[in-house]
């Protein structure tokens, strides 16, 4: 038996629910002793947490970039420190249009040369991580993809209605990713012109302030999330294409699919892992192409029944939870 401690971002934060906590019954069912346990803001309160890791075996840094002199501290802590990361930490900058290789890229090559594993979202944030250890030599620390996955126990597809009025075009996000539904609202304006059965339904914990296509908001809830998403026939996953986007790890996308929509999205980062064209979903870059895409699947409902079909089918065999919870533990164990 071995100890894990997890150092997540929070018990409420969505990729520590899905990344961490829901993994941490299947470590225990392996006879691991595991805790999680939120990384304090307050640089007293990370010193005093310090002592602690010397009890655990394996300690999992979630996403948190520390400073030097924080990091030389939790190295010498334990010996097997891992770095789990499901977004492109070290290109915070270029959102506030600061260089790129800025303080935030210093700390990422600095965690991953101190880590003894690394588990990252897609492939695009383990080939930077990888890049920085390209010179580490035979103790190079080893390297896993593991993208946040679906619990699809939970998020089925359902029964849609055959016979509904209507084809809903389904857009779930926060309200900081709006910003990339409004990248589309040329498309999704025109095709709900030339197709009068169709309309967007925007489910976000806020409602758009500056979507010119029509739409029907609903509030985002916890407890009713799955359901939004069975209600959705096409899911849509807009993104532009820079250093921070290509390493989003999919899951709205994912979430699409294992409730068996028929999901569109931009070819950025993992989407064009996920997606075969025209077989579990379609890529779409330009307006002309979303344009396309859209018109053929509103005015198919055969196409979206056997896309939803076989994009379920893409969720349940390579990016399932207990698939993910089984890797992540032989990946842990290895470390031992």
Same mark, same amino acid.
């Given at each position: @038996? !071995?100890? #894990?401690?997890? /150092? ?8 520590? %629910? &899905?990344?961490?906590? =829901? ?23 990370? @010193? !005093?947490? #310090?002592?602690? /890791? ?8 979630? %996403? &948190?970039?520390?400073? =030097? ?268």
């Amino acid at each position: @038996m !071995a100890s #894990f401690l997890f /150092l997540i971002l929070g018990y409420e934060k969505p990729s520590s %629910k &899905k990344r961490i906590l =829901a993994g941490i019954e299947a470590l225990r069912a392996n006879g691991h002793r595991v805790e999680a346990i939120p990384i304090p803001a307050s640089p007293l309160r990370r @010193m !005093a947490l #310090f002592p602690v /890791l010397r009890q655990h075996d394996v300690v999992v840094l979630q %996403k &948190k970039l520390f400073n =030097a002199w924080q990091l030389h501290l939790l190295r010498h802590a334990c010996r097997n420190l891992v770095f789990d990361f499901d977004d492109a930490v070290m290109f915070h900058e270029i959102e506030r249009g600061e260089p790129v290789r800025g303080k935030f890229f210093a700390r990422f090559a600095r965690t991953v040369a101190g880590c003894r594993g690394i588990i990252a979202g897609n492939t695009y944030l383990a080939d930077f991580a990888r890049a920085v250890l390209e010179r580490s030599g035979p103790d190079e620390p080893r390297v896993i993809v593991l993208p946040t996955p679906v619990d699809t126990s939970q998020l089925t597809p359902g029964s849609r209605q055959e016979n509904k009025s209507g084809v809903t075009i389904g857009w779930l996000g926060t309200k900081g990713n709006l910003v990339h539904l409004q990248r589309i609202q040329a498309a999704l304006k025109e095709t709900c012109r030339d197709n009068p059965g169709a309309f967007l339904k925007v489910v976000s914990n806020a409602r758009p302030s500056a979507l010119e296509a029509p739409y029907t908001f609903k509030p985002w809830s916890q407890s009713e999330e799955n359901d939004d998403l069975r209600s959705f026939d096409i899911g849509v996953m807009p993104l532009e294409d820079n250093l921070w986007t290509r390493g989003k790890g999919g899951y709205k996308l994912l979430q699409y699919m294992a409730a068996g929509a028929a999901a569109v999205a931009s070819p950025v980062g993992i989407n064009r892992e996920i997606l075969q064209h025209g077989r579990n979903g379609f890529l779409a870059g330009s307006e002309e192409e979303w344009v396309a895409v859209l018109n053929e699947l509103v005015r198919d409902r055969a196409l979206r029944k056997r896309v939803g079909l076989k994009a379920r089918a893409t969720v349940e065999r390579k990016f399932n939870l207990e698939t993910y919870n089984r890797r992540l533990a032989e990946f842990l164990e290895s470390l031992l």
